[in-house]
């Protein structure tokens, strides 16, 4: 019942032709709902909206694959916007039916197969999106997985990760020489570079060492992988093409886990703009990672003679990576000649002091002290350039530890080289041997683990690792460490050697004698079979593999003989050869304070005079 003053003024019925009541019609945005369902319009946008994605994947791949450029990516992905309208459009105007597709408004109602067609599209949907599911699942947790953030597990022999690597760890790839002549590897090896080199220098950064990500060279590994390889989150890979006097240089930085690109860009500059360019590259990085970049001193190569004297830089730079004794010597040359044209190139005068540290390290004409008193003469004058030379004072502190056994300027100077750039495992590992050296064996495992961490792919890290162990007396950690450098780099050497020494101590001569076979033949591989001889009771063979020793590798490696001696229960014999190390400065002095091998000279008056002379007695 209504009551009288709540009467509507006009009547809402709706009349009918004959004046009676007719049935409410939907409103005309329901009718447009229910035509787009009818024509099967929703179900061929999601199906195409779910194909185009499926489609994405792959290509992204196959274009990384091709190095097809950035924007190709956002082409296909453009073409695919704009198709999409059109395939709507398509699916209101036309209809399939048994003749084939015909306008939809040409079709009687009573012929219409709409329904047959939309169970066919649901089909295909379903279909579609479990290929996707799939293919998610697979991606989630077999294609992208990573390794957790992990310490250096000593038994197992895991890689730890960087503390930093889900947010702000990242690898600098070798760049690729995509000039006519193929024949510009040394500038775009030094580009590369020289850009990871000023990325490490931001603080907030984990930079992925050189040795690692070079390990990628050449190689065509998806991007995902070579990131959980190198535990970074972020790759940057790029391409070098210069002609005459002019350079393109194009970089991308790729988030690692997702394979997707961040940033990308080209520059064409001009070869005298070329530090300038890295700059820009590093800072653009940088900026992409919402990082704050400080300003930086660059000049640019106006003159013909420092661009000259730069190219001569990167040649050596190239050279000095190499690390074989000819690489070494053609460093050297490259450096020196650069800095006669440009006495001020800065890298030119680090990269000297690296050469002369290096050379004295090894078995390259001559012995430690000569070597590094050379390297601390280049470190002095890459000072003169710049007190804020990181590599100068790495090397000031390996000279004073290794040369003047002046332990105390040793720290300070690694100290101040890490304040200047710790992401620069190099340095770390210099660093860890001098504090295993002097006794500080917490100090020289963190280091070293810090060193692994970032140059995840360089056997020498991990054979170092292995060597303090050793030291520390953690045999078994030590075997894993040098397992797993042998592992990363099956030719580096030193490794079987350590291995061999473990056996021996364990009193299994038969499992050394395999372990030091298994060594290129070297001075070091004529010390392993000499012990092992010597352990097997082969008296003669023994013989002949120190007389061997002597006279191939004494003069540089005196104290790998001392070694064969002492354990043959040769004292003389053992401390002339020790003093012979100590005057040469033999870089395996490293072992000496602790080595289980010199243990029975340690009763004799003469040891303690030995560590007297090397500020080691305490």
Known sequence: MTVEGDRPLVSTEVKGPEGG???????????????????????????????????????????????????????????MAVGFPAVVIFAWVYEVTPEGLKPTAEVPHGQSIRRLTGRRLDRAIIAVLAVALAYFVVDKFWLSKRSAVSEFSTTAGARPQPPLAAQRSIAVLPFVDLSEKQDQEYFADGMAEEVLDILAKIPPLTVIGRTS??????????????GEKLGAAYVVEGSVRKAGNRIRVTAQLIDAPSGSHLWSDSYD??????????????????RALQLTVGARDTRPLRDEHAAEAYTLYLHGRLALDTFSTS??????????????????????????????????????????????????????????????????????????????????????????????????????????QISAMFGDDEEALRRIKASVVLDPLNGTTYQVLGMIHYLTGNFAASATAARKSLTVNPKIEDSHFILGRIQLLDGQPEAALKEFAADSPSGIH??????????????????????????EAGKFWPYSVALVHAYRG????????????????DVDLFYVRKDPFLRPLHDD?????????????N
């Open 327 to 432: 690489s070494l010597l053609e460093a050297q040359s490259a450096f020196q000649q650069a800095l006669q044209l440009d006495p001020t190139l800065l890298p030119a005068a680090e990269g000297l002091a690296l050469t002369y540290l290096n050379r004295g390290a090894g078995e390259s004409g001559i012995t430690g002290h000569e070597g590094w008193e050379q390297a601390r003469n280049a470190a002095k004058n890459a000072l003169q350039i710049t007190t804020n030379s990181a590599p100068a004072h790495g090397v000031l502190g390996f000279v004073a530890g290794m040369q003047d056994f002046d332990w105390k300027t040793a720290e300070t100077e690694f100290r101040t080289a890490l304040a200047l750039n710790p992401n620069d495992p190099d340095t770390l590992t210099n660093a860890a």
């Open 269 to 286: 500059r001009d070869y005298g703009d070329v530090l300038t360019l890295q700059d820009e590259i590093a800072t653009a990085i940088a």
């Open 570 to 585: 040769e004292r003389d014999q053992a401390f002339e050869w020790l003093e012979k190390a100590r005057t040469t400065r």
């Open 21 to 79: 009541p007719r049935s409410p019609q939907p409103p005309v945005r329901f009718q447009w709902f229910e035509q787009l369902k009818q024509r099967n319009v929703f179900r061929v946008a999601a199906l195409y909206l779910v194909v185009c994605w499926l489609i994405l994947e792959p290509v992204h791949v196959v274009f990384h694959m091709l190095d097809v450029p950035v924007w190709a990516n956002r082409l296909v992905l453009m073409l």
């Open 213 to 226: 990500s070079f390990q990628f060279k050449g190689r065509r590994e998806d991007l995902r992988t070579i």
């Open 526 to 551: 004529d010390a392993g079979l000499a012990l092992v001889s010597h352990a097997l009771g082969r008296k003669a063979e023994s013989d002949v593999a120190l007389a061997r020793l002597v006279d």
């Open 605 to 617: 008056p003469r040891w303690a005079k030995l560590m007297k002379s090397m500020n080691l007695a």
